[in-house]
């Protein structure tokens, strides 16, 4: 154990619930704790909402620990981040705030605290209540004593955690900001037909020469309206192909990934969670890396995404594959949008649990542009498919890293500087 750390209560070293003022009736922000991530430091939203005079209360800088199974277990805690300066939040009642206390402990370092495996074996140990709604009681944490390192050592450490993190985060808003940006121009190419409208008009349509010249400058008539001249309608079976590469649980390598719906994000194409296919015991589909992943089961949950690795998956996921590699990007910016979405939900069977299928998806009608436009927006959304794909392998290597440092460093067996060298020559 480093020298100078101090075995202290966390009630005496942090502040458990600190009092943060809030009129009755005053709108606020507001995080749900379905707003809580697993896997990431910050909230995933927050919402505006009337306080009652009921639920937490915190602000930037505050961590919130989620006190009910199961989420204690899956281990949801936000560092609250975002609101403005001097804003107070509000939130549940199933949270715990811990607050650092002014030159005595950091705030960082209180939410990586709360993040430890030491921590959350206490505060499972110590619920109460009915089987399946248990809470760890505030006075127990307050009662946790854990070694406390100085103030400037805590915040060396919350530093090097926080930098793996922050690196996670920029990866997550740099694959945000691509999607949004392929997104945008699949729908300007294939949906509004912009490039056309622009030529049509005698404007510049904002593409190299090469690309515009791709684009007619006149529409014709077509079953599903106004279309651009030498394109056609078709269907999305005409330019992808669900593989049906089953396979059973004994033909399936311990350690191969496994995607599961629950692994899917919704309304993301970036696919940052799988686990393994160890002791599975039902027939699984293989996919390769780069394949679109689509989610049957309840479509309107809009989990759609691209695989980052070879691996197999539910038999809830449809496999999709571009008829050619031209055909990538016109088909993922396709069955990832949410017209194509509620197409499938629509069409969907099962009144508790709807599906769609294969055979219903390959019918969805569209209007196929010649290939060589379809080739040009899959040159140009590859390297940020790329990008993407890349930035999810360096997150979980990233955040491998912090899941070894963190408890290390939080109990003393790891020093600041000699963590220092492994966070540098990762980030």
């Given at each position: 154990m480093a020298g100078e750390w101090q075995e202290i209560a966390i009630g005496d070293a942090f502040e458990v619930n600190p009092y943060r003022a809030i009129k009755r009736g005053q709108l606020t922000p507001f995080i749900p704790m379905g707003a809580?991530?697993?896997?990431?430091?910050?909230?995933?939203?927050?919402?505006?909402?009337?306080?009652t005079g009921s639920g937490t209360k915190f602000q930037n800088g505050d961590t919130l620990i989620a006190r009910i199974t199961p989420?204690?277990?899956?281990?949801k805690t936000a560092f609250v981040a975002g609101l403005s300066d001097g804003v107070v939040a509000h939130g549940s009642t199933e949270y715990i705030v811990l607050s650092g206390k002014h030159n005595q402990s950091d705030n960082l370092f209180a939410y990586y605290l709360a993040q430890s495996p030491s921590f959350r074996r206490y505060a499972i140990g110590h619920m109460e209540g009915t089987s399946g709604r248990q809470r760890v009681p505030s006075i127990a944490v307050e009662r946790y004593v854990v070694a406390l390192p100085p103030f400037a050592?805590?915040?060396?450490?919350?530093?090097?955690?926080?930098?793996?993190d922050d690196k996670i985060e920029n990866n997550r808003k740099t694959?945000?900001?691509?999607?949004?940006?392929?997104?945008?121009?699949f729908k300007s190419w294939f949906v509004d037909f912009e490039p056309v409208r622009a030529k049509m008009e005698g404007r510049d349509t904002g593409l190299p020469k090469v690309i515009s010249d791709l684009f007619p400058d006149r529409f014709v008539e077509s079953e599903l309206g106004e279309i651009p001249?030498?394109?056609?309608?078709?269907?999305?079976?005409d330019v992808a192909d669900h593989p049906r590469r089953g396979i059973q649980p004994d033909d399936i390598e311990d350690g191969t990934p496994y995607i599961a719906l629950e692994h899917?994000?919704?309304?993301?194409?970036?696919?940052t969670e799988w686990g393994t296919a160890d002791a599975l015991e039902s027939n699984k589909y293989v996919f390769k890396r780069g394949e679109i992943l689509f989610g049957k089961l309840r479509p309107y949950f809009h989990k759609v995404g691209v695989a980052p690795v070879d691996g197999v998956c539910s038999t809830d996921i449809v496999v999709l594959t571009a008829a050619s590699s031209n055909w990538f990007g016109f088909v993922l910016g396709h069955v990832s949008s949410s017209e194509f979405v509620e197409y499938t939900n629509a069409g969907s069977t099962g009144t508790k649990m709807p599906r769609t299928s294969w055979s219903d998806m390959a019918r969805y009608e569209l209007v196929l542009p010649p290939k060589p436009v379809a080739k040009a927006f899959t040159e140009l959304m590859q390297p940020s498919v790329d990008r993407i794909t890349a930035g999810i392998h360096q997150s979980r290597t990233l955040a491998a890293l912090r899941d070894t440092l963190l408890p290390k460093l939080i109990s003393g067996e790891l020093r600041v500087k000699d963590a220092e060298h492994s966070a540098e020559s990762t980030v």
């Open positions: 809580l991530p697993e896997h990431a430091r910050s909230a995933s939203r927050i919402e505006v909402r009337e306080f989420c204690l277990e899956n281990g050592e805590q915040r060396a450490i919350a530093h090097i955690l926080g930098t793996l694959a945000q900001t691509l999607e949004a940006m392929t997104q945008a121009i001249e030498g394109w056609k309608v078709g269907c999305l079976g899917m994000p919704k309304g993301r194409i970036a696919l």
